[in-house]
Structure formats: C-alpha cells, structure tokens
C-alpha cells in the first residue's frame, strides 16, 4: 500500500532527521557501526517518525515530485545542515530511498543535479568533518557520495586542511581521564574546543561549502557538534 520504509525503521539512529534528532544522526554517521546495534526507540525518535508520516502518506508520484521541486529550490546554494528544509528533504529522502523513487524514474530532478553512482539519486553531498576518511555523504542512501580523493582539487585541498585542524579539536570532547587530568581544567579545555569548533564551522559554511558550489548543484553543511555541545544558533555566518 506504499508504505515501504514508513514502519519501524531498522537503522533509527540513520533515518531520524530533526533539528534535535540531526545530533542523533550526525552522531551515527561519525561512529558507523554504532547504528547497527539494536537500539529502543526513544521519544525523538517517535516524534520524527511521526513527523514522516506525511510523506508515507504521499504515493510515490506525489512524492517524487516534491522531492524534484525541493531539489530546485535548494540548488545554487550551500545550506545549513539545520535548516528546517533541509530537514523536510532529509525525512522526504529516505523514505523515497526505501521505495526506490529515483531508480524507478518516477520524477525528474532539475538539470543541474547529477546522477549519484550509489544510489542513483540526484548527487547531493554533505560535508562533515570526518570529510578525509569519508568524503561527502549522500543525503539520499546514507553511503560515501564523493570519497575525499575525488573531489576537485581547491575545495579538496581547502576542507583537507580544515578537517586536519578540526580533528585535534574535536578529540577534546573525547579524551579519558588520564589526558583529562593533564589538561588540569577539563571544562576550561573543553570550553576552549568548543569555541574553537564554532569558528571552524563558521568557516565550512562561510569558505568551504561555497567553494563546493562550484562542482555541485547544491551542497549541504554539517552546522554543529553534538560531542562539544556546539548548536547551530553558535555557528553565526553573519550578513551575507
Ligand atoms: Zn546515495
């Protein structure tokens, strides 16, 4: 009854996306097999599904065609992870993923957007800080869209540096207890990364995602850091 993909889902922690519920889901893409233990399903996870039952009430025509026309309206620019329409695309995206929308040609995305070789959606990367081992994910199946080595050299070359100074300060948020009680102060140190974080993701979405503009139709930026507790409200990109 094309419900495909609209009951419980196996990887929760993968296809929950919320404003919230991206901290889950970023936190899943950044310790893969962590989304392959079973797991119960929480409150936000109950919310989320129920914010998708719309789109699972939609038949894939309907569907398809949203999807189709979002993706023209998301295009030519770099958008925050956070954004509520990106948000509505993600939750969209998966459950046209479960029913195969894009490999069964029911719509036909703008022009500008590739065909993605993993799923065969239209290509559109998110960048994270984990771009060096991962590249840019898709945001249709979940899986490497671009590996790192593949991308255009400027923009590589660009978020290869950001990624390498990001990495330290990320681990901050990570350190056990002997390298806690060297730092002295743990909370000033974690303080001190966290804000560190919020200037280097200020800089992917002022400097690097633009930069991807200029291979893509449309790109998508990882705009927190739920390790540091850094929000999206904290990464200010100021007046454009
Ligand atoms: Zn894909």
Known sequence: MGLNGCGPVRHASRSTFCLAALDKFTAARHAPFMAFEPEASSPLDNLW????????????????????????????????????????????????????????????????????????????????RDVRAEGLICQHCNEILVPFEDIPAEPREAAGSWAQAYEPVHAVAHWDDRQRRRAGNYDEAFEKAAKQAEQLLTRAGRELAPKLLDAYASVIWEDQDECLEVRPEDVTLGET
């Open 49 to 128: 599904q129920e914010y998708a039952s719309i789109f699972c009430d939609w038949d894939d025509l309907t569907l398809g065609r949203w999807l189709a026309q979002t993706l023209g309206q998301l295009q030519g620019r770099a958008w925050r992870l956070s954004h509520p329409l990106v948000g509505a695309y993600r939750l969209a995206a998966k459950i046209a993923h479960d029913r195969q929308i894009w490999l069964k040609r029911i719509a036909t995305p703008p022009a500008g957007y590739a065909e993605s070789p993993c799923c065969r959606a239209p290509f559109l990367p998110l960048l994270t």
